[in-house]
């Protein structure tokens, strides 16, 4: 390879490991499979048109045919758009639009959302095994494949790293989903330092050439978090679940001898709870973040025999750091300080954490700040046709996160509380991640948002929504509170005046709790 | 940082790891001293007029001041000309001139030699710590960083990853030496992807982030095979040994934890035979390359706690493959192929091993073709003002490195000889590291080089050219290469006819057997 373009990688490792398996059950594969079909593929999308610049949205969970995509796409030079099909229909649809898709690849199950798209675009490929596709006349991906001879399309030598690889659109908690253009370097360079990061720091989920790799976070997710290229880069084996359920992955993981998963805390919660079924360890290395990993559920983990790394970053800013710590006994110190999300940057991220004067926080623990992000890979252009608010958060070289955190003395970046959700009372923040951190410690809380409620005198004060697990009196969530306050765990004046049961937290397409919809439902937009 | 550019990265670890040590006897710094200091030293340097594009000549052993030159003429987008002092006097100055050298910077000890480059470049500054230069009135490096400001030279916000970052001459056995120009990415990218591949594959030489690194190869061999960029790249704590002898060698890496050496398999004798003149072990790591590693040296190394990895590559091409088994005993078969230089490519390398017509060669361990590589880091312009020397090694995104070698079954490229060493014989090739290797598993022989001489009937056949060490009968080396042959571990044709003792064989700067020299001594130039 010359430059840092997404086929080159799938070439060099189809020669350097041709042999070595890609499962995507019912199917199984190798690279040198990866290889000749994702370049049948891309021949057989260019007689449909497809070609530099073009535009072409996926909606599928990991399967082997989304994986050869990527490299088909890329060696046509087209823009792959990973749509997040959590999304309600209506923002996927103003994505669909924003990014101009100019065909629509769909997978087995996505019909009807295909269908409510057929205004915008008319163009379908089926993602499917099955000999008919479900409208006929329409060409199913082995369709393109059978088309399409296996020498690469002319466009791939030519294809530059600069240019664009994919597109997603993140979700915001306000808004529509802003807009993310990836170059190809950007896009490999960002996933290879996350396999790096792992290999060099041997934390938790710490990694080698030897170990076989499951991603369960879904591709539209910066690619599954970079697997999509970091493990052929690798060229290590790769298991792509689909649609498998929990019971289905722990089999997936057992008989195919996984050693790598990632995944969000939701997601190891079932994981988990499907082991306890089927009886057994759960001999992991697993990579989580997306939301806070709680001590409760991190030593159940640690008990089952999962040893994890924490993962702070975002489409937006893609991977900015990894815990280092070794996964040990959750109750450790340094497991504490890990299980705060206390993150070390990837060796090309410059991190600074800002204080309200704009310089950087003193490494103490305690003062926070906002986390400001240089890398080589953020996006020269900022958010995709959208410059007010690409000027918000792309200033001078550096994504202004909006993000709060501390860090911590070692130099890890402790956050403290995600997307502009902290309070400001009295002049003073007022963590809102660390409260729910606290309420959640109650067995019978289910779920728990803290919202920055208007106030009179004190400009904004806490107000925690509590979904609760079973019967729960408010005052012992108080007793929680001040009992945390005694020891130090938070300030005094952080302990919200009011806290609301409530049947049914709102959560997002990702999973994360839907904040924005929290506010409405409460009055304050 | 927003490109890969060297000084860019050492900002980054000054502020992530500051207080991490660098040792360089008899002084003591941090990452925060190595900031400062290079800043100043830019800042200094800028002051002679030394800006973008000046060809700067560094001639030095491993110190600090050596590394602080790095960052310092980085920042200023000047060229770090690494001054190669191994080479005979006429060669060096004919680098010099060639690179077009502006200001020489000169360590101690190499007086006499920058004096011999007067007439070329009259700029001097003295790399010492003694308060009066060797030549009154000109400056020491010192004094250049008391000169500087601690701020950043503007140049530095303006240097872009194509600029060159530095020069080096190669030391081929004929010919001049050929220039090569390093720009910041290439190099960066090549450094880092050493360090990556020792962390993923976990061979003999694995490394985290938790080692302590020492460079033996002194840093013009391309930065002390990237050690000058990686070590900083992962803020991990440095050992810079200046020019010191194996007895102090040793007693550095016990006395600063020392856990990972580079060096030549000379310079590991030599450490070996320190290490059994002081008693103990010497358990650390060692990533050695050069020339070939023997059975007896591995063997002796292993006994005494190194876990080592072989690399293969060169200035031409820097790293290609490192190999990735584990260092068990030399005995076993795992390590018995290592020591045949069996390298994994690293993951950005491709590799064909090509045959006569072009093909590459199967994975049979038997086929012998001429390694070709493709790789992000290969010089787009080829050597240095030397068209018609590049338009022969550098040919369509290829570099043709006159190397034969065999791709063994697991896909290792095994270089069965350098340089276009080999000898046609009968339109067989005849791999002389094969028969070199043979006959220096006797132990009274000390060197030995196989060269091809011509032969009326073959073409070419096999001169040994053997300095034994004591007494030794030629009759004991043709046995041994006569049962090495009914071992099948070469073929009959190869055991050669003439069998020669000479007193001293050649050794080129580098410390290689002078090829060129024997031919010219033995009349077939």
Known sequence: MRELVAHQILWRT???????????PPRRFTYADLHERSTRLANGLRRRGIGRGSVVGVLDVN???????????????????TLNFRLPADDLLYTVQHAGDEWLLVGEGFEKVAAAADPIVANRVWLTDAAQPPRPGEPTLEDLIADGTATAPPEADGVSESDVLSIFYTTGTTGRPRGMRYRHRDMLLASLQILHHLALHRGGAEVSASDTFMPLIPFFHIHAWGTAFFVPYLGAKLVLPGRADPATQLELIRREGVTFVNMVPTQLHMLLEACDAADGDLPLKVLTGGSPLSRGLAQRAWQKGVRYSLIYGGSDQLATGISVAGAGDPESE??????RTGTVPLAMVEVAVRGADGTPVPHDGVTIGEVHVRSPWLPPEGYYRDPERSREAYRDGWFASGDLAVRLQGGQVYVVDRERDAIKSGGEWIPSAVLEAVISEHPRVAAVAVLAEPDERWGERPLAVVQPAGELDVEELYDLLRRAADEGRLARFWVPERIVLVEQIPVTSAGKIHKAALRTQFGMT
């Open 63 to 81: 399967t082997h045919r989304y994986l050869e995509l990527h490299y088909a796409l890329s060696m046509l030079g087209a823009v792959l758009h």
């Open 334 to 339: 340094a497991a504490q300080e890990m299980l």
């Open 14 to 24: 189809a020669n350097e490991a041709p042999g070595v398996e890609i499962v995507s």
